[in-house]
Structures are given as structure tokens and as C-alpha cells.
């Protein structure tokens, strides 16, 4: 992959699927390729009272395409923005003008955040080419590259037209042309009962993304009603370990001490979780630089393990 501007320029298009992030300015030498789609998939906590769609509308890279995480989702549950299905999320890429030979780049307005949980969702259904830009919106910023705004524009009306094709489907309407091929990867996804039974089997080392406070049943989780405390058997391993400052992924070396230090064996199985799916792709993103391509999320996390009936927590403090 190449990680600079005079780089890009003599490699082009071709980036490895060995790395997950592209830097900005490949993606600035890159930005006028057909084939190489940029997603927008900004999503906030809701106590951070920011709106994804209004920052798009007012900032955006060039000719990008905005990724709602909450309407390219699961409409079978009340968990925040589950997994879809495979049809749904064909049908929502479709809608969104992504094709199979598109090269993906995924980037937020935090910098290193909700585009690694886009990241995760094109690969668990088949789509490798996929990479977050390294250091997202404000790193593209700082480093004095254009954006533009629009009130109204095709990108939103195509970000519209695929959460409309995700609810048609799951009302059980025919949606057609779906154009976008999808291959599931199971192996990439853990439900409810695989966690608990990994409780007791160990398949998987179970890492923690979320702070160590709300881990260790001391600080409050950000949703009402809802316990701190964590899985047996899971460690805490917060997703801002990372980055750097300027939410630049890790060196290899950096990360491959961070998961040292929380004693996480990079020779055996690996599962994440945080608190609704989204930051523990973070931890998953890291590990894929270190060769770990198979990292398992447990997409209900934390919000649907301890609102789930009987279920064990350690520390819990509600």
C-alpha cells in the first residue's frame, strides 16, 4: 500500500488487502478513480450531539457518499445498528451505487471511529477491497485538502434510497436491480449464545473495547438503565490504544505491545466486543495490521448481554 502522495502517484490505484488503512494522500492522488468509492460512515454517541448527516451536508471529501450506520441495519431488533442481512446489505450497497470491483475507502469525522465498523460490515460479507482512511476527516483537513459541502445532492438522495431499500426488504418487498454480490462470512460474527458458551469452551480470547472504568463496573454506561461491569472471562483492551494522537493507527510494533501487555496471544482465536458493535472493529482493525484477519465481533456487545435475562456480570454497578 503505498503511504504517501509521490507513491500513490507511481502505484495508483492497486492497494494491498494486507493493510486496512489507506493514508490521505493516497487517497487525495486516488480520489478521481472510477473505481475507488469514499464512504462517509460518521455516527456519534448520542450524548456527543452531533449530527452525521448535517456534517456531511457541511463537510465532506470530494464526491463522497454518505454510509448511514443506523439505516443500513437490522430491523428485526431493538439493538442499535445490528448487522443486516445479506440480501438487506446488497440491497443498501446497490442503492448506494457501490459495485463488486469497487475499491472501498471508509473514513468518519472523528478520525479513527465508526469507518472501522463499515470497514468490518464489507468484509463479513465478502468484500476485501475496503480500507478506513488513516486518520479520517480531520486528518484530510489538517493536512490542507479540499472538502465540499451541499444541502442537497445525489449522495443524499442515494444515502435515502438505501435505507428505503433495507426497510422494503425487511417488509418482505422484492427490490430490484440488486446489484451488488455478497458472500457471508460467519466466522467473522458471534451471537448471543456463542458468547456464553465461550465462557466455559475458551474458544476465543475475548477482548473488551469499551474504558476500563465502565469494564471494571465503576463508571455508568452512556445509555440509561443499562449496567456497567463485563463478560467473564472477557480483558479489557480500550479501543484508544489504538491510535495516536492524531487517531493515526499504530505502528505494528506499538499495537502488537498493547495486546502484550493485556496478555492476548496473537497465535489463538480472537473475539471483540464494546458497547453496540462499533469501537471493538477498532480493536479488530489493529489486530488485522498485525495479521490477524479473522477477528470475530460480537455485534450485540455489551448492550445485549446485560439486557439479556440471567446472564453473568462481573462488577456489575447499574
Not at 470530494?62 to 439493538?79: E, S
Not at 467473522?188 to 449464545?193: C, I
Not at 475458551?202 to 445509555?223: C, L, M, V
Request: charged letters at 20%.
Amino acid at each position: 500500500m503505498a503511504s504517501s502522495g509521490s507513491e500513490a502517484k507511481a502505484y495508483h490505484a492497486p492497494i494491498s488487502t494486507n493493510e486496512p488503512v489507506v493514508s490521505v494522500d493516497w487517497l487525495h492522488s486516488n480520489l478521481g478513480d472510477a473505481d475507488i468509492k469514499v464512504l462517509d460512515a460518521s455516527w456519534y454517541m448520542a450524548h456527543e450531539q452531533r449530527n452525521p448527516i448535517q456534517e456531511y451536508q457541511v463537510a465532506h471529501i470530494p464526491g463522497a457518499l454518505f454510509f448511514d450506520l443506523n439505516g443500513i441495519a437490522d430491523r428485526k431488533t431493538n439493538l442499535r445498528h445490528m448487522l443486516p442481512s445479506e440480501e438487506a446489505f446488497a440491497a443498501g450497497c446497490s442503492a448506494l451505487g457501490i459495485e463488486n470491483n469497487d475499491g472501498v475507502v471508509v473514513y468518519d469525522g472523528m478520525g479513527l471511529f465508526s469507518a472501522a465498523r463499515v470497514w468490518w460490515m464489507f468484509r463479513v460479507f465478502g468484500h476485501d477491497k475496503v480500507w478506513v482512511l488513516d486518520g479520517g476527516l480531520p486528518k484530510w483537513r489538517a493536512s490542507g485538502y479540499d472538502v465540499e459541502s451541499s444541502v442537497s445532492n445525489d449522495a443524499i438522495l442515494k444515502a435515502s434510497a438505501a435505507t428505503e431499500a433495507i426497510e422494503k426488504i425487511y417488509q418482505g418487498q422484492t427490490i430490484s436491480p440488486i446489484t451488488f454480490q455478497t458472500k457471508f462470512r460467519p466466522h467473522l460474527v458471534l451471537a448471543l449464545d456463542q458468547v456464553k458458551e465461550n465462557i466455559e469452551d475458551k474458544t476465543y480470547q475475548h477482548i473488551d473495547a469499551r474504558s476500563k472504568a465502565r469494564f471494571d463496573g465503576i463508571a455508568p454506561e452512556p445509555w440509561k438503565g443499562l449496567p456497567s461491569g463485563h463478560i467473564p472471562g472477557s480483558k479489557c483492551v480500550p479501543f484508544p490504544l489504538m491510535f495516536d494522537s492524531s487517531q493515526t493507527l499504530l505502528p505494528a510494533e506499538e499495537l502488537k505491545k498493547q495486546f502484550e501487555q493485556e496478555d492476548i496471544s496473537l497465535d489463538s482465536p480472537i473475539a471483540a466486543s464494546c458497547g453496540t458493535g462499533v469501537t471493538a472493529c477498532i480493536l479488530a482493525l489493529g489486530l488485522y495490521r498485525l495479521g490477524k484477519t479473522n477477528v470475530a465481533i460480537y455485534d450485540g456487545s455489551w448492550t445485549e448481554w446485560a439486557t439479556a435475562p440471567n446472564l453473568p456480570i462481573v462488577g456489575s454497578s447499574s
